[in-house]
């Protein structure tokens, strides 16, 4: 069996990295990293990786909108499962340096979004300084002379420093405790996740227009098999102006009745409906099932209409 | 073959009696008269009659409430036709008389209650004697010496007065002009009537209370597959205080699609469901059919999904 | 003060008598017969009575459909109160007379249905002979000359015998041991009862079209603003074909808001809207009020978006 | 009077001052750049500036969810009015310089997301290096001596490269010929803006959970009152698991009834509802008002219920 190959948002370092490590376990893997998410979706439809892990919600490094767009164009994917990573930065300086020696932050736009009042307080008066990664501006902050360094610090992932010969100047650095990234693994289509009692379903759906009544009507499909939605973004179709592009996740297995159904009904009545896959939901916590829609009384409900039809 | 005999409220010379003749066609049929519409079901369900021919709504003869009650309970019959009779009796009287001599009107109570306003217009200061049909009321003016007549006159349908020897004192007796009742032709389950693209299927269902809660979520059983009712009807559950029985028609055929997964839905979600019978419509107007609800929408959605789960 | 005059299903003996006792309470009345219930309601209309008590659901003594038509057309009236009657009979028969006596009964066809399978168990054989109203056929069993009888017992609510001078062969005689009556205070609009935490609203509504999603749609109406129904009935309007009223009990008084608020939007979006009354509710349980539909919060939101709007 | 000051996500020659002069027109303005959109909300909330023009939807220069949160949390703010700018860059080169000599183009993380398909077909093997602005990395490529430049060329909002002394290597940069951002202006809080009869109103509302019926309910106060939503967002509650925020907007004006009532409705239901200000709509078409939400139709059908409450 050979080593499957994970293509990620690198350089080695970023919180992606840590997720794909996280959803890899034990497992022995390839890691490879691409510059963007659209290009590791691309690794993956043209055969050069396997999977692809890819920030999905709530990032700090970009690519929530890349991903959705991404998965939604182009050769099917699928979403294999996915994984919820805390967000808090190590503020990585020079080894011997410490907070009062920073004037400057080299990071990625995203990451000092998630940092500036965290920075106003603790280090006030500090600048930014745009990186195209974080983990680019903890390697040039380890490798430049250090008259030629544009800033004094770095953000990096917990427990990154050192492998860039870096100290840690401040730990925990956040504005939100709460902060994290949920990421997801996406490979080819037809891959077998099978139920878990615990699954999320990942479905976009076009709508003809913007009235309540669409997505109302749409969101039935859902109500009447009992099925509940996790999250629901809707954004406009660039080139079919009044349309709109719902992206979201209900709770269930495309193998549980209710969730089957439901996607039927979709499909029916939506001019577009794209499966992007059926994976273990990261809180592990069991799908509450209403009376009604267990697939025990899905099948017992339809065995009894059977009897009435096929006479 | 034999001949199929049909159960009716009789005597012969009701309305329920033209209806079944005009059910039957050019069929060569038994018509066995019964005292109520619960003993016409229940020769249907001891075997000593194939078919009765049942009021269903709006009726001048009685039933409507028996009928449902009498479908809904005991051994299971279904519907397989409907035909819907306009309400206008004849005044019929003794031979050489007319509408100056008339003081009192023999009739059953509900064919008094269609015709009061034309009586207290037409025939002011004439009262109402009550007989058990209308029948048994132009039998007694037909049949019993004149000085004992309780009254002089009787309500009968079209075309019936001759058959008792009796004239017509005046004809299209009705206060509404478009009353109608429904009749339905009701059997033993499992008769096979096919889809015509024009037709109804009968369902009764029990809520489990009183909100408008759980009778919206009822309705969007129907709603989410397009589905349209054309009556409902509810009455509380004599031994069940809170619980709700709703008898209702719904627009298309068990063997539809979009109809069959409605009922599915029911039967997963409400605590009774009653499949009372598919029939023609008696309008013959065909069934709209709303886009994405068609049976071919319905496969070829069904088969997406099919592709997404069996893999 | 003049005593107030209530127009009730007559004559004197009817259950409707009964429950306009019971709900006039110690208060002295004046009841005036009617000789059915259309007669009543007129006789409120034109200023004959103060009020009228008529039968409203589950009647044993007809009366329900009448009693929805005559309300919903002419002269606006208005509902003051409800009672709920259990509905059991005792068998009268003359005194000396027995069971064993039996062999034909006289009462009002309802009054027949209710108790007909009683008849059959416990004294089989028995006919039926219909009568005007039950206590006509009491009065009959009691004034009329033996051999001039056309049958030997009579149907009449608990009590009632002994007021014709007859004996009760049997007594608590019903089909269904919950079988009840409800019956309504009818007077001219503009009478004022005020709210009491346990209330009902009666109104009627036309839809322009049998389909579901326009049933779905009044009840949002009900829904949106956490209002329950306890009783919903349609029935097709005789001479507009397609169109369907709706008869509808909800629980509430209009003069709270989460009320006042559904029936605007009924108002706005329904062809014909009647408004019945508002009066306490028999059961006397206060109506649920779920989170957010409180005059209080309806207030508060209100004022909230008045601040909004004015400035 | 003074002139009004304009605070935007600068420096001069972005997107967003492109759209601040839309949205001013003739008036004369004072613009004030700011650091990022937090920055510039700020600035109006403690008086520094009057407005602020910030990036609402589908941005290039990044700021949606920045927008969204900084609206959402704070001291209230309303907006104003909106704009929608198309979004295609000039590629600003050195005088002299042509496609040929690119080899790295600087520009903001968004604005490169937006033109990579068009850099890799036309000027393969183009490298991006981030900057914290278009405008940044233009005034740098101006500015900077040419040994020490980063990169050779930047992406540039149309008519801007000349005011740096750049020239124009190719016009009309952009990967979807559809691309464009709508943004809002946004000031303190009872500013008034008449309605238009073609109006948005922005919404913020927290759901307690991530049910879809939670969400159905929500939009159900829509949907009675016939008000159509142009955007809805959700995002989960950093702070609170499980409880969702929707951002949406609603077409018509707060002084609109329809608008009044649903958001009557939502401060009712919901546990956080924020205003952010009706405004008139970009497109300038009339809101579709449909049977029974006129202004009229509401104050005829509150008029009608009123009389029958206060009596």
Not at 40 to 50: E, P
Not at 278 to 307: C, K, Q
Request: with cysteine; charged share 20%.
């Amino acid at each position: 069996m050979t080593t499957p190959r994970y293509a990620y948002l690198g350089p080695s370092g970023t919180f992606t990295e840590a997720a794909l490590y996280a959803m890899a376990g034990d497992e022995e893997i390839e890691a490879l990293p691409a510059v963007d998410v659209p290009t590791a979706l691309a690794m993956v439809r043209d055969g050069s990786a396997d999977y692809a892990v890819v920030a999905m919600e709530n990032t700090v490094e970009g690519g929530v909108t890349a991903t959705l767009d991404a998965l939604a164009e182009g050769e099917p994917l699928e979403i294999y499962g996915e994984t919820v990573m805390p967000i808090a930065f190590d503020l990585a300086v020079r080894e011997g340096l410490g907070l009062s020696d920073i004037g400057s932050i080299g990071a990625h736009p995203h990451a000092w979004a998630q940092v500036r009042r965290w920075v106003s307080e603790v280090v006030p008066g500090t600048t930014f300084v745009p990186a195209a990664s974080n983990a680019a501006a903890a390697r040039q902050l380890a490798e430049q002379e250090f008259e030629s360094l544009a800033f004094d610090a770095a953000l990096v992932p917990p427990g990154v420093a050192p492998r860039y010969g870096l100290a840690v100047a401040a730990g925990a650095v956040a504005d939100s405790v709460n902060a994290a990234t949920r990421f997801v693994k996406v490979g080819p289509p037809g891959g077998f996740v099978a139920p878990t009692g615990a699954d999320k379903t990942t479905l976009v759906v076009h709508l003809p227009n913007d009235q309540s009544g669409a997505l109302l009507r749409m969101l039935e499909q859902f109500a009447v098999r009992g099925v509940n939605l996790s999250r629901i973004e809707s954004r406009p179709i660039s080139d079919r102006p009044g349309e709109y592009s719902f992206s979201m996740d209900a709770l269930g297995h495309i193998q549980e009745a209710r969730v089957a159904e439901a996607v039927v009904g979709l499909k029916r009545t939506c001019p577009v409906v794209l499966f992007l896959g059926s994976y273990p939901a990261a809180h592990g916590e069991p799908t509450p099932v209403i009376a009604g829609t267990s697939d025990l009384e899905f099948e017992a409900a339809n065995e009894w209409v059977r009897t009435l039809r096929d006479r």
